[in-house]
Structure formats: C-alpha cells, structure tokens
C-alpha cells in the first residue's frame, strides 16, 4: 500500500513503521470466546483495524469482514481496488468473494469500474439466488445496486507500472512455456513481434509475471477471516489478481473453496498467491478439511502449502502461495510455499503483523 496514504489514514507511515511492530514470536495465541480477526500482508495491519470497529461493539463477524477489507479497496494498492496494476491490455479488472457462518456465499470476478468489489458480492449473496457473477453482468448488477460506475483510469502508479511493462514486454522470449515463472497463461498475436516457445513467431501462451518490476511477489490479495463475539466465522477475499495478466482470466479470490473458505463448525482459512495452485488443491476448503482432521490452523496451512509443493515439484520455486486461518476455539496461524509472507492479527490482546513460516527457506 503506498505510504502516503497509509499516512493520511493515521495508521502506518511506511514499511519500516510496519517491520517496527512485527513480532517474531510464534503464531497463534489461544483467544477463545474473543473476536478476532487476521488478513494477509501488511496493508492486514489497516484493515484489521477497520474491521475491529465491528467486532469491538460484539458485531458480526461478516460485517467486520467486509468493513475490513474496504478500507484496502479504497486505497492505492499494487493489488486490490481500482488503484491497482491492470491486466494486459490495460484494463483493471477486481475480483471478490465473501462467505457467512451459514455457508451463505457471494463471489464477483473480472469486475471493472466498481470501487468495492467485496460489496458486490455480498450484494450477490444476499440478494440473488446465484453465488457468483462476471464480467459485464457482474457490473450491471452492481450498477442496478446502486454501486456508482467509476471512470476508467489507471492509477498514476498502475500507470507507471503498466508502461515499464509494456516496455520490457515480459512475455519474451518464451523459451519453454513449461517453464515460465508463473502459471497463468497470457496469449499475443502472431506476428507481433514476440518470440514463440518453439522460436516462431507466436501465438504463443506465456505468463503474468510471478515477480513485480521491484522484486516483490505479484500478489498482495487482502483476504481477511475473523471469528466474532458470538463465536461465528465469516471470511472475505478481494484483488485485482495477477497483474498484467490474461484479458478474462480469474483467479482463486472469487473461486469459493480456493480463495477463501467458511465452514463455521470447523474454521475459516484465506489464499493469496499464484491462484491457479490455489485452485488447483481447492486450497482454503483443503485447509478447513486438514483442521477438521484436527490439525492446529498454522499445521493445517502448512499441509496445503506441502501438497502444492509436492504436486509442483521444480516449479514450486518459482511461485508464492500463503494460506491464513482461523478454527473455532479462535486459534490462528498461517504458512507459505516461500518465506515473506506476512499476515495480520488483532483480537482484544493482541495487534501485530506475523511473519508466516515457509516451506523454503
Ligand atoms: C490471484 N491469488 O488472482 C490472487 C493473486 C494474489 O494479491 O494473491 N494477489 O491469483
């Protein structure tokens, strides 16, 4: 999340602020019969704020949830809200799902021009008999709600971002498409001038960048899970996706199961990262399967990461994936394919920002 906003919210002036308040002890304090609530990455730290205002006055946890992440929506971010990286061909386009205590679930997915995505899908949830929608009814929908149509520009950090990459053109050459650094595929035109996998001129399939321009990991996805004073669940999950990736393509944020996962006997998990591995394991519901086994959450995060690790083998270098959850004793933990994953925490005791542990080292 870009510092200067972090700052005109009052909460956070910049990453170094953020490291100040990591605490490097071990996740997952016992916080039984209190709310809770935990989101991935640092910009978790704000939202997680948002979201306490709820829980605090003994709110319901799917309230906090969606409060929670608005406030990442609403802020310039490399990867959630209409502030953040576009795809390919220039166009922003969000992704969001949202899950209750009753296995009542919402989902939008390649959604443009709509400011808070994870209010679409509630209104999904709540108000039709379908779970999710896409694209150009998807935001008719919205529009219908009464959700104001935003004009389309890109962020001037988007902006910068989407030319240098147009200018590297990150999708040559495609050596062996089997090998690229990311799974999500993206086509060009022939005879566009970009190198096939076979050294032709394409149409070839090549990747959303697994890393970003600076180095980080392509993804920031706020999902947010969090247990209320009544002890129910709710869970929310909200992104731009991969960015500069393929016109249409979704990720595991809208995808219930992959992204996110409520089951309020058991527990409520949340994936950011290369959401096509996501997917590929039913990720957060693995993770709610793993605790109803009666794995410990942080145990539970880690089995999913080692299966994705297992069923990638080589490749699982080359990408990111974290799991967060929550069971229903109000234990939390978290885990990550590779170390730099961070997630949030704050229940009545506690506030600080986690570093998960990995799979690499
Ligand atoms: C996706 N899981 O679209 C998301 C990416 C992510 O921050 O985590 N973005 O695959």
Redesign the pocket.
Known sequence: MQSSLLGSLGIFMNRKAVAAVVDHTSAGGNVTGQPVVLS??DTGVAANKGAWEILVKNGHALDAVEAGVRVTEASIN???GLGANPDRDGHVTL?ASIMDHQWNCGAVAALERIKHPISVARRVMEKTPHVLLVGVGAQQFAVAEGFPLQPEVLSEDAKKAYQEWLKKSEYKPVINIENTKSS?AVPHAAGDGVAAADGSDGPVYAAAPARLADGGW??????MIAMDAAGNLSGSCT????AF?MRG?????PIVGA?LFVDNEVGAVT??????D?IRICGSHSVVEYMRQGLSPEQACKAAVEKIARIKKEKAKDIQVGFIAINKKGETGGYALQPGFSYAIKSGTEERLIPAKSYFS
């Open positions: 991935t990455w490399c990867c959630v992704d999500g392509n993804h920031d996805t706020i999902g992104t731009s996706g991969m990736k393509r979704v990720g595991d944020s992204g994936a950011t990262g290369q959401g096509e996501v």
